[in-house]
């Protein structure tokens, strides 16, 4: 992603547009379960899905299984208008599956924190203490994979 975002960028650049990568997955000096850079929020503004139950991002085309870096740029985009609908609806799929406990089950608003949806020091406790041994990451993936909206994506 990060080397996506990058030549992005540069193709930005030679076009004569000044631009800006923000890298994928990088925390916070201050916090490590938030981000340096919101890149869900700033996809969510975009127009192009929402925030899940599960506090993962969603798309109508991808389902959740998407990660994000971030390129900023002054070139004149055209963005969609954001998503104020949450699509999880009633679904309960993720909250039910979850192993750690770390989901609330209530859907996302626009401007609340994610805290009011998913607990990211829960989940990331639950997936030291069960799993650091075998190698695995920080998530186990089980909202994402349980998710529906993933069903018969490519």
Not at 22 to 43: E, G, V
Not at 60 to 73: E, I, Q
């Amino acid at each position: 992603l990060d080397q996506m975002a990058l030549f992005t960028a540069t193709y930005l650049d030679r076009l004569g547009y000044k631009s800006m990568t923000i890298p994928a997955s990088q925390s916070s000096n201050t916090d490590p379960y938030k981000a340096a850079f919101p890149h869900k929020s700033a996809a969510l503004l975009a127009g192009f899905g929402w925030i899940g139950k599960s506090g993962i991002f969603i798309s109508d085309k991808f389902g959740g299984r998407v990660r994000f870096a971030t390129v900023l740029t002054m070139m004149p985009l055209k963005a969609e208008l954001p998503i104020s609908e949450n699509k999880c609806g009633n679904c309960m799929l993720c909250f039910n599956a979850c192993p750690a406990g770390a989901i609330v089950g209530k859907n996302y608003v626009i401007g609340d924190p994610r805290e009011s949806i998913f607990d990211a020091e829960k989940c990331s406790t639950y997936m030291k203490k069960n799993y650091q041994s075998v190698g695995r990451g920080s998530v186990c993936g089980q909202c994402i994979a349980i998710c529906p909206k993933y069903k018969g994506s490519n």
